[in-house]
């Protein structure tokens, strides 16, 4: 008996496609767009997006500066910098990267992100942005996942999809975009009855949860597209850690295609953050110096 396997959708190529394009824009500016990160702590894996995300961004012929900053760090200390790199004509984009130790609110550091820099697309007025249906900085997990999409030519316009997880950073916002593309969204969470029979349903499945395996073959409808942004961290039999999705791995002999983890939606995220990052730096170009900024999107 053979069994089908999903196709690949690898995470790299379309990544590349994707950093590409943001860097071809990016030398028609007569600036260097320049990325500002703001960490706070020292979360390992945190340490670790940060320092791929500033390499990335050198790699791509774009400016990049890390502030580190202590765990112990006062809130106002951290909207004090925000507000200096808001004032800072030769800072484009902004991003604070998250978790925040609790001490810190992180809803109000995000809102004190100028809209204009906030590349992580997560101040409200850029999710009112998203959820109207115009073009925004939109956060770029959910923004990779679409970019991912196109790049394989999976068509979105009029298919349901459904997507496990309703987080600010990816689930919520990735439904939004999904609506803006024409598809009909269901999102689910953990109060869902009966998650099995609703992802079913879906032409598009994504699973953005964190919880490994969570979703196993008999919840996926044969054929379907299945997109797996969790990103968890499990010791295997051998004792070594290791990094596995939310999908099950044989949910590849059900679906038509699917994403690895890793290599798949992650690359895309950081993808994403440059591609803002040259949006961001042609927008406040054309409202200062009328560089066309409206091309993109
Ligand atoms: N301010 C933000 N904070 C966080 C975001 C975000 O978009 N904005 N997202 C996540 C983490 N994240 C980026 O910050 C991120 C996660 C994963 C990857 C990635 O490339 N993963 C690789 C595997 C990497 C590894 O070996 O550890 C993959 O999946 O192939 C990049 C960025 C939380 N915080």
Same mark, same amino acid.
Request: charged letters at 15%; a neutral charge.
């Given at each position: 008996?053979?069994?089908d396997t999903? /196709?690949?959708?690898?995470? =790299?190529p379309?990544?590349?496609? %994707?950093i590409?394009s943001?860097?071809?824009?990016?030398a028609?500016?007569?600036?260097?767009?320049?990325?500002?990160?703001?960490?706070?702590?020292?979360? $390992?894996? *945190?340490?670790?997006?940060v320092?791929?995300k500033?390499?990335?961004?050198?790699? *791509?012929?774009?400016?990049?500066?890390?502030?580190?900053?202590?765990?112990t760090?006062?809130?106002?200390? &951290?909207?004090s %910098?925000?507000?200096?790199?808001?004032?800072?004509?030769?800072?484009?984009?902004i991003?604070v990267?998250? =978790?925040?130790?609790?001490?810190?609110?992180?809803a109000?550091?995000? +809102?004190a992100i100028?809209?204009?820099k906030?590349?992580?697309?997560?101040?409200?007025?850029?999710?009112?942005?998203?959820?109207?249906?115009?073009? /925004?900085?939109?956060?770029?997990?959910?923004a990779? #996942?679409?970019? &991912?999409l196109?790049?394989y030519?999976?068509p979105?316009?009029?298919?349901?999809?459904?997507?496990?997880?309703r *987080?600010? %950073?990816?689930g919520?916002?990735l439904?939004?975009l999904? &609506?803006?593309?024409?598809?009909?969204?269901?999102?689910?969470?953990?109060?869902?009855?009966d998650l099995?029979?609703?992802?079913?349903? !879906?032409?598009?499945l994504? !699973? +953005?949860v964190?919880?490994?395996?969570?979703? /196993?073959?008999?919840?996926?409808? $044969?054929?379907?597209? #299945?997109?797996?942004?969790?990103?968890?961290?499990?010791?295997?039999?051998?004792?070594?850690?290791?990094? /596995?999705?939310?999908?099950?791995p044989?949910?590849?002999?059900v679906?038509s295609?699917?994403? =690895?983890?890793p290599?798949g939606?992650?690359?895309?995220?950081?993808?994403?953050?440059? !591609?803002?990052?040259?949006?961001?730096?042609?927008q406040?170009l054309s409202q200062?110096?009328?560089?066309p900024?409206d091309?993109v999107?």
């Amino acid at each position: 008996m053979t069994v089908d396997t999903a /196709t690949v959708l690898a995470g =790299p190529p379309a990544a590349a496609a %994707l950093i590409a394009s943001a860097a071809g824009q990016a030398a028609h500016l007569p600036v260097v767009p320049h990325l500002v990160i703001v960490r706070v702590g020292e979360d $390992p894996a *945190s340490v670790s997006y940060v320092r791929g995300k500033a390499k990335k961004a050198g790699d *791509s012929g774009l400016r990049s500066t890390v502030h580190a900053l202590s765990e112990t760090t006062p809130q106002s200390d &951290l909207l004090s %910098l925000v507000a200096s790199l808001n004032s800072d004509p030769d800072v484009h984009g902004i991003l604070v990267q998250l =978790p925040l130790p609790g001490h810190i609110a992180e809803a109000a550091v995000l +809102a004190a992100i100028d809209p204009d820099k906030d590349v992580d697309g997560l101040h409200p007025m850029n999710i009112g942005q998203l959820w109207s249906g115009r073009p /925004t900085l939109a956060p770029c997990t959910p923004a990779g #996942v679409m970019a &991912l999409l196109a790049h394989y030519g999976i068509p979105v316009a009029g298919r349901r999809v459904v997507i496990v997880g309703r *987080s600010q %950073l990816v689930g919520r916002p990735l439904a939004g975009l999904f &609506l803006a593309a024409d598809a009909t969204v269901t999102v689910t969470h953990s109060r869902t009855r009966d998650l099995g029979t609703v992802t079913r349903e !879906a032409d598009i499945l994504v !699973a +953005a949860v964190g919880r490994a395996h969570l979703i /196993t073959p008999d919840m996926v409808r $044969p054929g379907a597209v #299945v997109i797996d942004v969790g990103i968890n961290r499990v010791v295997g039999e051998d004792g070594k850690a290791r990094l /596995t999705g939310d999908v099950h791995p044989d949910v590849a002999t059900v679906a038509s295609a699917l994403t =690895p983890v890793p290599g798949g939606v992650g690359p895309m995220t950081v993808a994403q953050l440059l !591609a803002n990052t040259v949006q961001a730096a042609r927008q406040q170009l054309s409202q200062t110096s009328g560089v066309p900024g409206d091309l993109v999107r």
